[in-house]
């Protein structure tokens, strides 16, 4: 199963997020929930879950400024935003933290559910690729962590969709 954090400054629009999508039937679990940015920060130090919903406008820190902290920081969570903003300015601030979706609401349950089902896919083709590397490789190889860095951004720049 892959672990979600939903960031969402109203309280409503978290609650429905959390409750009305069947979350475990699409393979996700734990369910982690943040009201703004800052808080939504302190999740990922505890948790680093895989996918991450996150609203664009929210006090302390906005769901932009909150996910390019995250790729600064090293995370590697599928960022989703979820806003009822139609703005260029957010959609092309989205595609520059490599966001896998960008949903407008009032959301539709089903539209959630193809987006993660979208992400889970992104994401086993992620496990596939790293578990190939690591059996292509004898375990008697030493590979510096400067050269499994260097591995890991050629990856994530080259397949940018795979990496957030």
């Given at each position: 199963?892959?672990?979600?954090?939903?960031?969402?400054?109203?309280?409503?629009?978290?609650?429905?997020?959390?409750?009305?999508?069947?979350?475990?039937?699409?393979?996700?679990?734990p369910?982690?929930?943040?009201?703004?940015?800052?808080?939504?920060?302190?999740?990922?130090?505890?948790?680093?879950?895989?996918?991450?919903?996150?609203?664009?406008?929210?006090?302390?820190?906005?769901?932009?400024?909150?996910?390019?902290?995250?790729?600064?920081?090293?995370?590697?969570?599928?960022?989703?935003?979820?806003?009822?903003?139609d703005?260029?300015?957010?959609?092309?601030?989205?595609?520059?933290?490599?966001?896998v979706?960008?949903?407008?609401?009032?959301?539709?349950?089903?539209?959630?559910?193809?987006?993660?089902?979208?992400?889970?896919?992104?994401?086993?083709?992620?496990?596939?690729?790293?578990?190939?590397?690591?059996?292509?490789?004898?375990?008697?190889?030493?590979?510096?962590?400067?050269?499994?860095?260097?591995?890991?951004r050629?990856?994530?720049?080259?397949?940018?969709?795979?990496?957030?």
């Amino acid at each position: 199963m892959y672990s979600i954090l939903l960031v969402e400054d109203e309280k409503l629009e978290l609650e429905t997020l959390r409750d009305y999508v069947d979350w475990k039937k699409l393979g996700i679990g734990p369910v982690y929930t943040a009201r703004n940015g800052k808080r939504a920060m302190e999740c990922m130090e505890k948790y680093a879950p895989d996918i991450v919903i996150t609203d664009v406008q929210m006090p302390v820190m906005n769901g932009i400024q909150f996910s390019r902290q995250l790729i600064e920081e090293g995370y590697t969570s599928k960022i989703i935003f979820l806003t009822g903003y139609d703005d260029f300015e957010y959609i092309k601030a989205a595609f520059e933290v490599h966001a896998v979706d960008y949903l407008l609401k009032p959301f539709m349950v089903e539209d959630v559910e193809v987006c993660i089902e979208k992400v889970k896919k992104q994401l086993e083709t992620i496990n596939e690729q790293i578990s190939n590397f690591a059996q292509t490789y004898p375990t008697s190889l030493k590979v510096s962590s400067n050269e499994a860095l260097l591995f890991m951004r050629r990856y994530r720049f080259a397949n940018c969709s795979c990496f957030s």
